[in-house]
């Protein structure tokens, strides 16, 4: 059973913008803490966003470029992706940690 939906992926040229979004189909966000991490082939899986009722966190490489959202109301978590590099190339995945429940992601490509 699926506890995660991601959606929103796709190909887009560097400087291109995406909006990802997590639903959660058998739960509520509420308070929990829900994070964005993305895999590329051969690579390991990186965290690149938190939310949490009262805060956001972004690891280095995408900060300032990718804001998360979140919407408790309609249950769903949004990742906006601007200024897209290659680099950002990946499985986007989303998390929550707290019941330990992994989507199974949404494919990002950036490419010329």
Request: charged share 20%; hydrophobic share 35%; glycine share 10%.
């Amino acid at each position: 059973q699926e506890h995660l939906v991601e959606s929103g992926g796709g190909s887009v040229q560097p400087g291109g913008s995406l909006r990802l979004t997590c639903t959660a189909t058998t739960f509520f966000f509420m308070n929990n803490a829900v994070s964005w991490y993305r895999q590329a082939p051969g690579k390991e899986r990186d965290w690149v966003a938190t939310i949490t009722p009262s805060n956001t966190e972004y690891a280095d490489s995408v900060k300032g470029r990718f804001a998360i959202s979140r919407d408790d109301a309609k249950n769903v978590v949004t990742l906006q992706m601007n200024n897209l590099k290659p680099e950002d190339t990946a499985m986007y995945l989303c998390h929550v940690g707290s019941l330990g429940y992994w989507g199974r992601g949404t494919q990002v490509t950036v490419s010329s």
